[in-house]
């Protein structure tokens, strides 16, 4: 049959001559099929003919490539193999065979796509390796490539013999049968068919040009193809033309771009030396932003602008905003069109992994890869879609018992690990938890109820049991289990299910655990509901891989799942009127008449195009040119497409193209706007042509430039637009300026939140004018009425040298802490290592077991024996760290054998250094141990603990010991100098002071911090810092003075903040950054020039003649 071919652009060309034809079989009523590259364009089509232009679409059928394909083996019964079109599929048969040959080395993740893009190209142009070796075979050798070709040629021919013996069709496969069925003689294929019409491709891979002239070879087709004959943009449509328009005797139809936005400069551009002058000057918008977010903003205001002029206002349908891709934009669409009210149809998917249930369905499943970590634990109870009835039947106690969990897990500091948990809940199985000792309301005491535990680790047991896999499960606190023959997971690790089976079991996992709501009938289903659906349908979509990894283990059917909710996108819900939201290639064929063109930066558009590391583009030139296969190199074509896609967008547009750039991103990096775009401005004669850069010269063409400053941008939009500001804009400007919106509130109250309650909205606006007053420090930055309750207690109890260095380091940090009853919670462990905190308690353990049995039994009336004390530190860390304690604090075995290790070192390097300093200075440990302190002293009462009181043979003279894990830093004078260590002098004065403890007539000597883990050859540091007593006393009038200071403060409800690190975010050391706005500008600068501040520099030093 003759091929006929109608060449011109989309618009208007195309189009109507595409619709011209369909009309005329229409009237003969001749059954036909339309062939579009995409289900895109198909439905583009559709649209056309049945809305735009009145048709009735009964007797056609639309159809891709691969539906056409599908159609004739189905119906001709011809489909015997299996299709398998899942990309994944086939990236698992490639990773197995490359990890063979890798000797089962685990490769870079993406690789086998990267083959399987390249074997592609080789199975869609026809070359078998076995005919390309013996015809070719003296060529490869002369090529550069030859031994990755040979590789890739070598991977292709077992990937195929893979696909045969599991009975599967090669990606080019169907098209390729197709093509046979349609060469048979009198073949009855398509017959039902008066004819058919391709429409709108412009590139076709071997397999499917060798599909599409077997169809105008055995049935009428008409091709419907965009191109423009000598123009430069259509370069890459230029080769398929050549090969094609022989066989066609092509019509070529007018340009017709006196109907396009632009007019003859679509004729201009992409040839340097023509101009041309736009129809009319706004038919070309330039805009300049900053940032993806500000580029869908300024869209957002002139499609508010044009569907809201008064005459002839746009329809919202009639707009477009495409751009190369939708990813850096999509969640700036959902959020700003919403805001704006303006309807969209994005027919984008989203990524499926960004909603909750999909992410949480995942967490599941791989919480053992995961390694159990608290956060993922957490996320799964606390979701909305969590299955409490399976644990509390009352759905109003589960969510309190799912409450009560949260605060066990944060009360233990459980942070991950299966070891962590089991060792940390074990003990309170048979006991109850109580939450916050020593504070008691009056219903008794805040605790969490062995039952209460139980449930959780009945829970956390289910979860472990399930996500092992289809076999094995955990054991029970304490129980060990051997493995058995053929388990997996914890029990055992050779069991290998089918993927049937896995996919089955994850299924069933996900569906114990997580269930989401049904709708009403007629009610669409929700986001929610459509991911569920989309998730686990991934799942069931991996029953079919045993084919492509036989014998997989359940960690390879989790890693398998990960790739496939990556790569998975949510389908769209159902099309609805409203601004078309496209990517570029979907962008291609559509009309409008306004057009919002985004992201024209270099990089972006045109993208980035790399040559295929695996076949380079000198091989594919080598293979087209001198073997005759239909393989295009990736890089020059790749532009030239590129650049037609371009000149296909900008002529969709009848009335205006508005096209933006990006001067800089959202951080401020500056960006290089796209050439096609200065081409485009230089063809309209709207910027001067320029040799430099990408971009160079594109100033003069910007017609706006939309202000970084989010405020400055809506005063601008106030000036110029008005009626486009957003509800939620108006709010924001109103509480800028301080204005209470009273005519607002009502017609608002159900677009701005804070507008639904007029009395909070109008207290956050004096908050906010609070927040941005200059002047002194107020109620917002920590100065709250005389807390007379807290003062009587530190009367009553005293106060604490570590709670005074708090106040003295950030006076709102001890208000967090001390008065708003804030935790700063610690977990015990991290990353598999002991924080300092529980180091440190357990060496004090030591230590006060050791010297106390010493003292006790005698070891300081004789000459030190070094025997003794080692034996006696042994057992007593023996005692204190014993095999077991990992439970408690959630560390593995293993590592805890070596913490307990090194501890061991530590302890024993800083006792024979102890030993021999008692010696050398006579003050020795005579039995004051974690000694109790709690006098008065300068009018203040303070209490505290001190580790040890050392005291000399004739009770003459006293030291105060106290240990640390390391030395701050600095010296021990400096820091008590800059009131950053106030135990020496408080300590040295509460032991005096308190009648009884210390013998008469007993002086100071001094205070010593013994550092355990410090020594010169592991820290650089020596393990003694010590104070004499006389510097003490030098400084103790000007230090007491100053802890009045803090004191006077605290009493007056002074609890200002302390900016010292830098001006940004929270300070490293502080756990109360939530609360704390020292990165707010102007609380930050009424803390730096306050009176306050200064008082509290001048108490943070001591003035010392020593």
Known sequence: MPLRMVCGPYQPSLEDAFVVKARSLFEERKEFA???????????????????????????????????????????????????TDGLFHDRIIDRLLAARQGGRRLPRGLAAAYRSSIRDLVDCALDPAEFRSACGDKIGEMKQARQLLEVLSLQEEYLAELKAAGILPPSGLARRATEVLREPETGALSRYAELLYYGFYDLTGAQADFFEAVWQAREVTLFYPYRKGHPAFAFAKEFYELRAGAAAPEHLPGGVETRALGPVLDAFGSPEKRAALPRPEALSVVSASGAEDEVWAAAKE???????????????????????????????????GDNAIP?????????????????????????????????????????????????????????????????????????????????????????????????????????TKEDTARFWRLLRDLRERASGPLGGPAAPGERRTAAPGACGPAGKDAKPAWDDMARHALGTVGAFFAVDGRSPGDPPSAGARAWTATLGCIRSLSIFEPACPGARWEEFLDTLDEKLKAAALEPPPERLGVRVLDAMDGRGESFRFLFLLGLQEGVFPRQVREDFLLRDETRVALHEDAGYLIRPKKGPGYDEERLLFYLLVSSASERVTASFQRSDEEGKAVTPSDYLRKLCQASGTCAQSAGAPGAGLDAAVSRRIARQPVTKLWELERTCPEALAPKEISLIHAIRGVEPEGLFEGLAGLVPSFDEPALFRGGIRAVASLNAKGEPGPLDGLVDPPRDFVESIEASGLSPSSLETFRRCPFRFFAAKLLMLREDEEPSSDGELVAAYRGKLYHKVLEKLHRGLAGGGFWKAPPDGKRWRRELDRCIGEVLEPTLWRRYGVYP????????????????????????????????????????????????????????????????YRIVDYKSRHRGGTLKARLSSMSELQPPIYLELARSMRGLLPEGCRPHGAAFFGIEESPETTGSRWKEELPFKEIEAAKKRFFENIAVFKRMMAEGRFIITPEEGRGMSCDWCGFGGVCRKAHRSTRRRAERSALREDLEKARKVASDA
Request: glycine share 10%; hydrophobic share 45%; net charge neutral.
């Open 303 to 337: 499609i508010l602008a044009l569907t809201s002029r008064e005459a002839e206002p746009v329809a919202f349908d009639d707009i477009g905003v495409v751009a190369r891709t939708l990813e850096p934009y999509r969640s700036a669409v959902v959020r700003i069109f």
């Open 894 to 957: 293993v590592l805890w054998e070596a913490l307990v290790g090194r501890m061991t070192r530590h302890l024993r390097r800083l006792t024979a250094g102890d030993i021999e300093d008692c010696v050398k200075t006579g003050l020795l440990p005579g039995g004051f141990f974690e000694v109790e302190l709690d006098a008065e002293v300068e009018g203040t009462r303070f209490h505290g603990r001190a580790d040890r009181i050392d005291v000399d043979a004739e009770r003459n003279r």
């Open 344 to 448: 969209y149809a994005m027919d984008a998917g989203e990524p499926l992994l960004r909603h909750p249930i999909a992410k949480l369905v995942l967490n599941l499943l791989r919480i053992e890869a995961m390694g159990f970590t608290a956060s993922a634990v957490l996320d799964i109870v606390g979701s909305r879609y969590f299955r409490v009835e399976r644990y509390e039947r009352d759905p109003k106690k589960g969510r309190k018992l799912v409450r009560r969990w949260k605060r066990l897990v944060g009360r233990l500091g459980i942070e991950g690990g299966w070891r962590q948990w089991e060792g940390m809940l074990a003990p309170y199985l048979d006991q109850d938890l109580e939450l916050e000792p020593g504070r008691a309301g009056e219903e008794g005491p805040d605790v969490i």
């Open 34 to 84: 339309v062939v579009a590259p995409s289900r895109r364009m198909a439905g583009r089509l559709q649209r056309l003919l049945a809305l735009e232009r009145g048709l009735v679409l009964l007797g056609a059928r639309f159809h891709t490539f691969h539906s056409l394909a599908l159609e004739i083996l189905e119906e001709g019964g011809f489909l015997v193999e299996k299709v398998v």
